[in-house]
C-alpha cells in the first residue's frame, strides 16, 4: 500500500512534487479533502501575497506605473475639496491607450480592458453631465466619477469620499507619486484582495475543469469524481506558479490563464496514467 501524505505537510514540497512528479498522483487518492483544500488555499493566499506585493510596487514605477500613465489620462487637473478642476473645456475624451493602461493596472486584468470603446472614459464638468452620455461610459465629472450601465447609474462615488481632507491632488508625475507613496498601505490591501479574489476564481473554475474532463475521459470506471477532484487540486499547481512569476516579473501579458490549463491538463492526465499504470503492475 502506498504511504499517504506526511502528518508534517511541506507546501513547497508538494509544489514541487505536484508538477514534476507523476507518481505523487499515486499518493493523492489517500489524501483527505481538507488536505486537498487546505493545499488551494494556500496557494491562493500565497499568490495574493506576492502579485499583490508586486502590483503595488510596479504601480509605483516613475516610468510605467500610475504616476506616468495617470497625467496622460487626466492631463492638467487637479483635485481640491472634493472638487475635480478640469483645466480644460470639457467633455474631453482622455486617449484610449493610456486609459485601458490604467484600468488594467487598477484591476489587475491585463488586457481585460482593452475591447472597451474609445471615449469610454469622458470628463466632463458641466450640469447634467450624466444625462448628456450613453450607456457603458465612466463619467467623471466636478464632484464624483459614476459608471453607466444600461438606462441607469449603477456606481456612483464622490471624490470627497475617496480623498477626504482639504489637500490639492495634482495629477502629474510628482503629485501622483506623493498620493501612492501616502498611501502605499491601502494600494497593496487593495490589489492584496483583488489578486487574491482573481485567483481563487481562476483555481476554482481549473479545479472544476480538470475534475470533470478528468472524470468523463476516465480509464478507471470505478474511480469516483471525488478522486479526481483531488488530483485536480494539486494539479493546478502550474497556474499557481506561472501567475506568480508573471507578477513578479511586472509583464502584463494577457490571456495566460489558458496556456497555464493546458500545462495543469497535461500535469493533470500525467498522473492519472502513472496511477492506471502503477494499478496494472500490480494486478
Not at 67 to 74: D, Q, R, Y
Not at 93 to 110: D, G, Q, R
Not at 147 to 173: E, N, V
Request: proline share 5%.
Amino acid at each position: 500500500m502506498i504511504d499517504p501524505l506526511p502528518q508534517k505537510f511541506n507546501f513547497f514540497a508538494t509544489v514541487h512534487k505536484s508538477i514534476l512528479s507523476a507518481d505523487f498522483y499515486r499518493n493523492v487518492r489517500y489524501f483527505s479533502p481538507v488536505t486537498a483544500l487546505k493545499f488551494v488555499l494556500q496557494m491562493c493566499l500565497l499568490t495574493a501575497l506576492i502579485s499583490g506585493a508586486a502590483y503595488t510596487y510596479y504601480a509605483f514605477d516613475d516610468q510605467r506605473g500610475l504616476p506616468a500613465i495617470v497625467p496622460e489620462v487626466f492631463p492638467g487637473m487637479s483635485l481640491k475639496n472634493g472638487l475635480l478642476d478640469p483645466g480644460r473645456s470639457t467633455p474631453f475624451a482622455p486617449e484610449k491607450a493610456y486609459s485601458v493602461k490604467m484600468l488594467n493596472m487598477l484591476f489587475c486584468m491585463p488586457g481585460v480592458f482593452d475591447v472597451l470603446p474609445d471615449s469610454f472614459i469622458v470628463v466632463d464638468t458641466s450640469l447634467g453631465a450624466l444625462e448628456k452620455h450613453s450607456i457603458a461610459q465612466l463619467i467623471v465629472s466636478d464632484r464624483f466619477f459614476a459608471l453607466k450601465t444600461k438606462q441607469s447609474t449603477s456606481m456612483k462615488i464622490a471624490y470627497s469620499k475617496l480623498f477626504p481632507g482639504p489637500d490639492t491632488i495634482a495629477f502629474t508625475r510628482t503629485g501622483m507619486d506623493k498620493l501612492l507613496r501616502k498611501n502605499r498601505l491601502n494600494m497593496f490591501i487593495n490589489f492584496f484582495i483583488q489578486t487574491g479574489i482573481i485567483t481563487a476564481g481562476a483555481l476554482c473554475v481549473s479545479i472544476i475543469f480538470l475534475t470533470f474532463a478528468a472524470y468523463i475521459f476516465r480509464i478507471e470506471k470505478r474511480e469516483k469524481v471525488g478522486c479526481y477532484f483531488k488530483k485536480a487540486c494539486f494539479a493546478v499547481s502550474p497556474i499557481f506558479i506561472g501567475n506568480n512569476l508573471i507578477a513578479a516579473s511586472g509583464s502584463h501579458i494577457p490571456n495566460t490563464w489558458y496556456l497555464l490549463l493546458m500545462i495543469a491538463v497535461f500535469v493533470m492526465f500525467r498522473g492519472i496514467r502513472a496511477t492506471h499504470t502503477a494499478g496494472e503492475q500490480r494486478s
